[in-house]
């Protein structure tokens, strides 16, 4: 019989009743410290139907932040706080993932430690802004990691890892993608460095590799995923040849031995634009679970599965708007649609009200 999305699926230690992975969404709304804390616990708890759910981006460390309210998983309170979102999921018969962040250049002297410069490959300042408490401000102008600093952060990812399990996550997911710090050092527009960090795609992989490394050594490698986005230019990210450098990136991803590998098929800054990567020829090359996403809905999504360019699907704003969403799908039901004025920030509205069908079981 022809695969859809209520198709169970075996994800690395894991059974998945189907093949519905809720993406990770920033959302801003963390407590002081940046803890998680109940109301993002019944967040995501009510989306629990997923086959598996991803948390928001989470900073590994305190210089990994670049967004108000964001949480971390840095701190005592925070991997507290994490804990009661990982007991009301798996009380609610579901499986999550911590997403491992690093923003790397994409911050502000605001959000780090002393307000010193962001972190990033080399010295480029972004084009963009982020909101801080002082309102939308420019990215700040970043300083170069210097070759003997890296070690410490592929460490602050490992114990980010770490950390996520004590929390009670089922697994971690290493954010590469978006032109976050893992994607600066991936593509050259962002990376111009000389050591072995920079120039060759070989070189310029490094940092991905010795961060997914670490991080499985940690937590197993079948407990990891690596979310990639070859074809974004959000962030003021980009690459000279996208098809080399994602080929050689999955290539690398293939021999190790984990969970899946997802996938962002195209350019959230030009949504319409063609893409240039061969997402059939990625997933080829990669080999394992294929996790796509990019504005898929209920046909998109079963027509990718049955034809094997994809395994399973993940959903942003369809997620946000409906708890529900896989009841929804299984009866054909209309969708509840996302207000975007509360994706970011503020309380329980826009966040934890949106209605469920009645007299379903969600
Ligand atoms: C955002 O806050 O806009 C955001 C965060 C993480 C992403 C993408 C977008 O990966």
């Known amino acids: 019989m022809s695969k859809d999305l209520f198709t169970p699926i075996e994800l690395g230690p894991y059974h998945l009743p189907n093949r519905f992975v809720m993406a990770p969404l920033t959302r801003s709304r963390a407590s002081d410290g940046n803890v998680p804390y109940a109301l ?36 005592d309170a925070q991997v507290a706080g994490w804990k009661l979102v990982t007991d009301a999921v798996h009380a609610a018969g579901g499986r999550i993932f911590l997403q491992l962040w690093h923003v790397g250049r994409i911050s502000h002297t605001d959000f780090q430690p002393d307000h010193a410069a962001p972190v990033a490959p080399s010295a480029i300042q972004p084009k963009g802004k982020t909101f801080t408490g002082s309102g939308f401000v420019d990215l700040s102008m970043p300083r170069a990691l210097e070759t003997g600093e890296i070690a410490g952060v592929v460490a602050g990812y490992r114990t980010g890892a770490k950390h996520a399990i004590a929390a009670g996550f089922d697994g971690v997911e290493v954010h590469a993608a978006n032109g976050y710090l893992i994607d600066q050092f991936l593509r050259d527009k962002a990376n111009r460095r000389s050591d072995q960090y920079g120039g060759s795609i070989e070189n310029r992989m490094r940092f991905m590799n010795e ?19 070859p074809d974004n230019t959000f962030n003021d990210i980009d690459d000279t040849d996208p098809v080399a450098l994602f080929t050689a990136v999955a290539t690398a991803l293939s021999h190790r031995g984990l969970a899946y590998l997802h996938v962002i098929e195209g350019d959230m800054a030009a949504p319409s634009k063609p893409h240039r990567v061969d997402y059939v020829a990625l997933k080829a090359a990669f080999g394992g679970l294929y996790i796509a996403n990019f504005g898929y809905d209920k046909k998109r999504a079963n027509d990718a599965i049955a034809a094997g360019r994809a395994d399973m699907i993940a959903f942003g704003k369809p997620f ?24 970011y920030g503020g309380d329980s509205h826009g966040y934890t009200d949106y209605p469920v069908l009645s007299g379903v079981p969600a």
């Open 211 to 229: 961060v997914v490394d670490a991080v499985a050594a940690e937590v197993g490698a079948d407990k990891v995923g690596v979310r990639i986005s």
């Open 320 to 343: 946000i708007a409906n708890p529900d969403l896989v009841t929804r799908y299984l009866l054909d039901t209309p969708l509840n649609a996302p207000d975007d004025k509360t994706f």
């Open 40 to 75: 993002n616990a019944l967040y995501y708890a009510q989306r629990a139907s997923a086959g598996l759910l991803i948390s928001e981006a989470t900073q590994v460390v305190p210089e990994g932040q670049g967004y108000i309210a964001t949480p971390g998983v840095h701190s």
